[in-house]
Nanobody, 126 residues
Framework: QVQLVESGGGLVQAGGSLRLSCAAS????????MGWFRQAPGKEREFVAG????????YYADAVKGRFTISRDNAKNTVYLEMNSLIPEDTAVYYC???????????????????WGQGTQVTVSS
C-alpha cells in the first residue's frame, strides 16, 4: 500500500508562484512513475504533469507547459510541482498519483495510476 500526502497549496495572486510537494510512503518510490492532476469545480480531473521513475523523462499538459516544472527526489520519496506565472484558470484541487506499471511513456490518464493523494487546494486570484 502506498500513501501519498500533498502539501503546499494556498491562495496566490495571478502571476505568483507556488511549490507543491507530494510525500510518498513505502520503499518502492523509486520504482513508481508519478503524476500531478487537477480538478476544478464542475470539471473532470485532468492531467497536469508526469515524471518517470528515474526522473529522466517528464511530460506536461499544453496548458501548463513552460510555466510548471515537475521533479522528484527519490532519496526523500517526494515529488514536486513548481508552478510559476499562475493564472486564475489554474485554480483547482491538485492531486498527486503514482503507478508501478512500467509504461514506456509518461502516463497521462487517471486510469493508469494506482494510488492517489487527498489533494491540495490551489486558488489563484485575479
Amino acid at each position: 500500500q502506498v500513501q501519498l500526502v500533498e502539501s503546499g497549496g494556498g491562495l496566490v495572486q495571478a502571476g505568483g508562484s507556488l511549490r507543491l510537494s507530494c510525500a510518498a510512503s513505502g520503499r518502492t518510490f523509486s520504482s513508481t512513475a508519478m503524476g500531478w492532476f487537477r480538478q476544478a469545480p464542475g470539471k473532470e480531473r485532468e492531467f497536469v504533469a508526469g515524471i518517470r521513475r528515474s526522473g529522466s523523462s517528464t511530460y506536461y499538459a499544453d496548458a501548463v507547459k513552460g510555466r510548471f516544472t515537475i521533479s522528484r527526489d527519490n532519496a526523500k520519496n517526494t515529488v514536486y510541482l513548481e508552478m510559476n506565472s499562475l493564472i486564475p484558470e489554474d485554480t483547482a484541487v491538485y492531486y498527486c498519483a503514482s503507478t508501478m506499471v512500467p509504461f514506456t511513456a509518461v502516463p497521462v490518464q487517471t486510469m493508469q495510476y494506482d494510488y492517489w493523494g487527498q489533494g491540495t487546494q490551489v486558488t489563484v486570484s485575479s
